[in-house]
T-cell receptor, first 113, second 112 residues
Framework: DAGITQSPRHKVTETGTPVTLRCHQT?????MYWYRQDPGHGLRLIHY???????DKGEVSDGYSVSRSKTEDFLLTLESATSSQTSVYFC????????????FGQGTRLTVV | GENVEQHPSTLSVQEGDSAVIKCTYS??????FPWYKQELGKRPQLIID?????GEKKDQRIAVTLNKTAKHFSLHITETQPEDSAVYFC???????????FGTGTRLQVFP
């Protein structure tokens, strides 16, 4: 398996609190992505990064921000968590461009109560 | 931007039968079409991919076909086995894009 680790694996938080999810890779891959997975919606892209400090919005970016200060770390922050952000979050990495194999982390199950 | 539609959302087959999952994409510039398999509680993993300069690709019991004119591509699984039971996702991208867009997934159940 590609060296990609998400933390935490599970989290329960209260509405209105800030939450940060971390994705760490040891592959030195350039591209990193955050997806959320919900029943009936598949994998929807939240934000992605194509290099250090180079990030952009995906399909469902409202309420989320990201940062990538180092090649190996991509952080996803929910500034003020809402119940609609209850989901399973997957980080993915790819070596060169989006037209190469993406490797996924184990996922983070986030519950906002 | 790219939009990928996937059908059916659920598919049940008898062991040994074939299964077909279909996807359509909107951006004619897309030229990379991977398929991912996600077993229950696990991460998605690539099982096969195809590029637009190829019409069909096979890997043992799995094959993918691409129709660029119609902008659709399909996953074919022959001689299905219970371990093929999973959620399958199609996706689309192109070489100058920075993102991979997924379909909504197909839950395949193979009954013994």
């Amino acid at each position: 398996d590609a060296g990609i680790t998400q933390s935490p694996r599970h989290k329960v938080t209260e509405t209105g609190t800030p939450v940060t999810l971390r994705c760490h890779q040891t592959e030195n891959h350039r591209y990193m992505y955050w997806y959320r997975q919900d029943p009936g919606h598949g994998l929807r892209l939240i934000h992605y990064s194509y290099g250090v400090k180079d990030t952009d919005k995906g399909e469902v970016s409202d309420g989320y921000s990201v940062s990538r200060s180092k090649t190996e770390d991509f952080l996803l922050t929910l500034e003020s968590a809402t119940s609609s952000q209850t989901s399973v979050y997957f980080c993915a990495i790819s070596k060169d461009k989006a037209d190469t194999e993406a490797f996924f982390g184990q996922g983070t199950r986030l519950t906002v109560v | 931007g790219e939009n990928v539609e996937q059908h059916p959302s659920t598919l049940s087959v008898q062991e040994g039968d074939s299964a077909v999952i279909k996807c359509t994409y909107s951006d004619s510039a897309s030229n990379y079409f991977p398929w991912y398999k996600q077993e229950l509680g696990k991460r998605p993993q690539l099982i096969i991919d195809i590029r637009s300069n190829v019409g069909e690709k096979k890997d043992q019991r799995i094959a993918v076909t691409l129709n660029k004119t119609a902008k659709h591509f399909s996953l074919h699984i022959t001689e299905t086995q219970p371990e093929d039971s999973a959620v399958y996702f199609c996706a689309a991208s192109y070489s100058m894009a920075d993102k991979l867009i997924f379909g909504t997934g197909t839950r395949l159940q193979v009954f013994p």
